[in-house]
């Protein structure tokens, strides 16, 4: 089964890199510089910060629907970021070295299943939640640490 993996798009964040420290604070966000690599994840480009780059840390709601599972928590964007373009059935390196969670959405943002594995077993995971009709879309997270990584939608 094709599916597309999809970052978040740049356009929502771009006011924010011109903010200052004190406006960022406001906002709930903070400047960060990325001192390792993997370890700094960058939502738009759908891949890892090099050390010494520049990137923003803030709560996102990743699930704005209006039921119990709406939801929403941090996650970094870099300064430089370019919105990732995959192609279909492209898996990002980002995902790959990472213990993953796997979330099942109905149309409604209904949860209708989840599952957990290394990013290497991912095509897998996809097509077991797939095969479900009832689901509609993937949300991925780093099991670790929590954080929304990618959506997934049938391709």
């Known amino acids: 089964m094709s599916f597309q993996i999809t970052g978040l798009p740049l356009s929502q964040f771009s006011a924010l890199f011109a903010m200052s420290e004190a406006e960022l604070a406001r906002q709930g966000a903070v400047r960060v510089t990325a001192d390792e690599r993997p370890g700094f994840p960058c939502r738009v480009s759908l891949q890892d910060a090099e050390v010494g780059e520049k990137l923003l840390l803030l709560n ?67 097509e077991q939640l797939f095969s479900n009709p009832a689901v509609a879309y993937l949300h991925v997270h780093n099991a670790k640490w929590g954080c929304f990584a990618a959506r997934v939608d049938r391709a």
């Open 60 to 126: 996102y709601e990743h699930l704005p629907v209006a039921t119990p599972y709406r939801s929403r928590h941090a996650i970094y964007v870099r300064e430089s970021a370019a919105e990732a373009h995959l192609e279909v059935d492209e898996v990002p390196q980002l995902l790959r070295p990472r213990l993953l969670s796997l979330r099942a959405f109905d149309s409604q943002g209904m949860m209708k299943a989840a599952e957990v594995a290394p990013g290497t077993a991912i095509e897998n995971l996809i």
